[in-house]
């Protein structure tokens, strides 16, 4: 898959999440808990630990393919700038889809942070024209014994522009109250404002504005979305449980919830007195005694723990975050480059070479592509796709191999597509013998054709960078392969894995084929073994 590293590795959390929130939420329903403090505190561990995901977890690093082959006869892909690429030709669809995606989630998020910010400026309006609770009210004595009771510092207000009440504020907490309010049964009252006092005693609404900004940088997650709603659903049920407790009067209280339940929310970043999707949820739980022992309750968090980590570690498998791979040669450790170093160190183990040949160079085309099933048959064949303008040189009956996560598997060309398509051009290579077990249809591979040799030349593995008819600097290894030397090189054809040398070098003369750009000002480098 020619995706962009950070599109798979969205992908790949996303996908992460998506099934540990799935195995949380049938451990919970397995497992029968239904206490709104236990599962408030397991929906946080979950938003906590789909966050920190990526920072805990180990990252693959990948490969450096571009100058990773030890150029025997197996070659490694590689992208090389050259006459002839063929690193991103084969997929480009799916880099345009990963662009396109990554605008869409780029221009959601900043939607969703500028709804975010309208919202909390829509709540200091709110604020500044709101009205204080009028003194001849019955509601001021009532409110002010709720404020006494739970020893709560906030403050009433009579908003016309809300239609529930709403609570926000972290210092100096405002519950706002519409006007109806005035006009409701006593005890009415004092639930609504028992249930807004606890909130602001729990600072409720850091915790909903931390979890809008979430809402608002992963809207395209669904799981983080739904569990952003339970772990909402579960702190309003412990706010509920609470009140009844305080209260003693479960029916006042469902009856005040039901005088909001045909409200709309206020597009406010602030947690209304009642959402009508919660409402049934709230309600079953507040009708039936919540019986769970202290044993049984351990017990099942015990074991959905040890549930959970297997499914973590089983997920980090599956789907594993990849890293950038590192450069081939900038891993040396002194003086490497350093501005003002008078020679350059470089270490032995970093480095490719090769040796300059001098017979018959191989000339190839290679191209990316799955394995089918062979029409008429139950045996297997791999199909690549090759630029159109590489494919004059393939003829059925040509050597061939290709790799699928193995061994080279041997075969030969046995069919080539007639006409192009996108400017390439399909080739389909039968395997010489059986296939090794695992591999099925669909299965994506590297194949090679040897297309011809030019014989009688000077060639050598393809450097980093080299194209062919070019020239250009090489290090050539002299001193017993203590020292490179700086030389230059003019190039002739190129196949995948090897170039012809048409000046500067002689054969047996060994050349540094990794990338040396940032040895660039030194002519000549030393080499640690």
């Excluded at 009508?276 to 049984?296: P, Y």
């Excluded at 959970?308 to 975050?321: M, Q």
């Excluded at 598997?409 to 059986?434: L, M, Y």
């Excluded at 230059?488 to 070098?505: D, M, P, T």
Aim: include cysteine.
């Amino acid at each position: 898959m020619n995706a962009p590293l950070w599109f798979s590795n969205l992908l790949f959390w996303s996908a992460q999440i998506a099934v540990l929130v799935l195995a949380a939420g049938l451990l919970v329903r397995l497992f029968r808990i239904s206490e709104p403090r236990v599962l408030l505190v397991i929906w946080r561990v979950m938003l906590l630990a789909g966050l920190l995901l990526p920072w805990v977890q180990p990252w693959h690093r990948q490969p450096d393919l571009r100058a990773a082959s030890t150029f025997l006869d197996i070659p490694v892909q590689r992208s090389l700038p050259g006459p002839h690429p063929v690193s991103h030709w084969y997929l480009p669809s799916l880099l345009i889809v990963a662009q396109i995606l990554g605008a869409v989630i780029l221009l959601g998020i900043a939607f969703r942070f500028v709804i975010l910010v309208l919202g909390l400026l829509k709540l200091r309006r709110l604020r500044q024209r709101s009205l204080p609770i009028p003194a001849d009210s019955k509601a001021v004595a009532i409110l002010e014994q709720a404020r006494a009771s739970l020893g709560a510092r906030a403050e009433f207000r009579l908003s016309t522009e809300t239609e529930s009440p709403v609570m926000f504020g972290f210092a100096s907490p405002v519950i706002f109250l519409p006007e109806k309010f005035l006009y409701l049964d006593e005890g009415f009252q004092s639930a609504i404002a028992c249930h807004e006092l606890l909130h602001t005693l729990r600072h409720d609404w850091i915790h909903h504005l931390i979890e809008e900004t979430l809402r608002s940088a992963l809207w395209f997650h669904p799981a983080m979305l739904w569990l952003i709603a339970r772990l909402r659903l579960a702190r309003e049920q412990v706010v509920d449980l609470e009140v009844i407790r305080l209260t003693q009067a479960r029916k006042t209280y469902l009856k005040a919830l039901l005088e909001f339940t045909a409200v709309r929310a206020a597009a406010i970043p602030a947690p209304p007195f009642l959402i009508e999707r919660q409402f049934a949820e709230r309600v079953a739980l507040m009708l039936k005694e919540i019986r769970m022992s202290h044993t049984r309750l351990i017990a099942s968090l015990a074991a959905m723990t040890c549930t959970f980590a297997f499914a973590v570690v089983g997920t980090v498998s599956v789907f594993p975050l990849k890293a950038a791979p590192l450069p081939s040669a900038r891993n040396e450790t002194t003086q490497d480059a350093q501005p003002g170093a008078s020679n350059a160190i470089v270490d032995a183990s970093t480095i490719w070479t090769d040796k300059v040949k001098e017979g018959s160079m191989p000339l190839q085309v290679r191209g990316k592509g799955t394995l089918i099933r062979n029409s008429g048959s139950a045996n297997m064949v791999a199909r690549i796709s090759i630029p159109e303008a590489l494919a004059s040189g393939v003829q059925p009956g040509q050597g061939a191999y290709f790799t699928s996560r193995g061994p080279a598997i041997k075969g030969h060309v046995s069919r080539i597509e007639s006409s192009a398509s996108d400017g390439t051009r399909s080739v389909e290579i039968t395997p010489d013998s059986a296939l090794p077990e695992g591999l099925t249809p669909d299965s994506a591979i590297d194949g090679t054709i040897n297309v011809g040799e030019l014989n009688h030349v000077l060639y050598v593995g393809r450097p980093a960078n080299a194209s062919a008819n070019s020239q250009g600097p090489l290090l050539k290894i002299i001193n017993n392969g203590t020292e490179a030397v700086r030389v230059n090189v003019k190039f002739g054809r190129a196949s995948v894995s090897y170039i012809q040398v048409l000046e500067g070098l002689q054969p047996a003369d060994t050349v540094i084929l990794s990338d040396m750009s940032a040895w660039d000002r030194f002519d000549l480098v030393q080499i640690k073994h």
